[in-house]
């Protein structure tokens, strides 16, 4: 699977580069188990580290212009594509929902497990998280399968 190769080329600059990052969305329901193929990688950031993820993936691919969506209030979104795999980066994530927008900001503590894709360390955001922001999404079916 392409994505893959991806995400183990990017997790790979990451993780030489020091950045505290995680997956998460679909690629984290993939390693998960909870489903069998994933399209884009999410991939979440301390906002801190934007700048610095943002050079490095900018070596690796293109960055599309920004595309505002109202329902996320999200303060860094950085979509590129790299190797025709999408790449979304976002640091500062926050999802609007019933006017409400809930910061979903990554947290150090919200990593509580590693996957490694051939030796390379993959964070893996927290799948309870995950659970709850797809319902502020309005994606039910996705937060069906994270039921407890």
């Known amino acids: 699977m392409k994505q893959l190769a991806v995400l183990e080329k990017v997790a790979a ?9 995680c997956l998460g ?20 950031v301390m906002e801190d580290h934007v700048p610095r993820v943002k050079e490095i993936l900018l070596g690796m691919g293109t960055m599309a212009p920004p ?4 329902q996320y209030k ?23 929902c019933d006017g409400v927008a809930h910061d979903c900001s ?13 030796g390379e360390a993959i964070p893996l955001h927290d799948l309870g998280l995950w659970r709850q922001y797809y319902q502020w999404m ?6 069906a399968m994270l039921k407890a």
């Open 13 to 21: 600059a990451l993780n030489r580069a020091g950045v505290a990052w």
């Open 25 to 44: 969305a679909s690629g984290l329901l993939y390693f998960k188990g909870k489903i069998d193929h994933f399209h884009d990688i999410d991939i979440l």
């Open 67 to 70: 595309n505002p969506n109202s």
């Open 74 to 96: 999200t303060r860094h979104f950085l979509e590129f594509t790299i190797d025709g795999i999408e790449v979304d980066v976002m640091g500062g994530f926050v999802i609007v």
């Open 106 to 118: 990554l947290l150090p503590e919200q990593i509580p497990e590693t996957a490694f894709l051939n």
């Open 138 to 143: 309005g994606r039910p079916d996705k937060a």
